[in-house]
């Protein structure tokens, strides 16, 4: 539920990371949820992700501000989920926009770099619309750096945007270089996960592997508090 806008626009100078809350819906999503609708979430590879190893989050990946800025002046502020700002703006479509516009070319970049889709994206294989969400302001930690000498937090703004599969949502690969897990899981699921104890398990994943797994960071949240709000 959308309580009252907390921020207009930026709301500091903290460097931006660009949080994908990726869908697979069968209608646009606005309102209820389906059942069978689903959010993709990732497990950062501990060997390449050394501030955040073996955390269970959605894609993200670092943006220029500038980039960051054109995004969000595009779109307006309606109201606040969490610790999120909700934010409404035009939709975009890769099958239309391509890199033209900043929300496609971010989007793209990300899929491309970090989620194995260069050769589907460039061959039209995997299409997608995309638009603003949500941005939120806080501090990420770094546990794993403490007392080592090495900064062990940072502030940081967690640009959200809501990309919303058209076709090819199965050319996700289970792994890649950034990411050991790429899954689908209900948005039910992903929501009662988030509001109930944040346990992998409730995401589908064995005790065994939640043995090693956590869940936690500006970016779930983010996508939590976006989805909590359609």
Known sequence: MLKGIKMNGIANESPFVLALTIVN????????????????????NEEINKTHPNVISVPTQRIPTSLAKHIIAAGAATGSSGSTTIYSG?????????????????????????????????????????????????????????????????????????VQVEQGADSFPERTLSY????WVPIEKF???????????????SGEQSFRLCIHGLCISSSADVLAAI
Not at 180 to 183: E, G, T, V
Not at 193 to 203: E, F, S, V, Y
Request: some cysteine; hydrophobic content about 40%; glycine content about 10%.
């Open 180 to 183: 050991d897990h790429i899954k």
């Open 25 to 44: 819906s069968e209608q646009p999503l606005s309102g209820e949820v389906a059942a069978n609708d689903r959010v993709l979430v990732c497990v950062r």
């Open 90 to 162: 035009q939709t975009a479509s890769s099958q239309s926009s391509n890199g033209h516009s900043e929300i496609i070319y971010a989007v793209e970049s990300l899929l491309a770099g970090k989620l194995g889709l260069a050769d589907a994206v460039e061959g039209g294989k995997f299409t997608f619309t995309a638009r603003i969400a949500g941005n939120q302001i806080g501090t990420a930690n770094y546990p794993e750096f403490h007392g080592t000498g090495l900064k062990d937090h940072e502030d940081l703004q967690m640009l959200n945007l809501l």
């Open 191 to 205: 929501l009662n996960m988030w509001a109930n104890g944040k346990q992998p398990t409730d995401l589908g994943f």
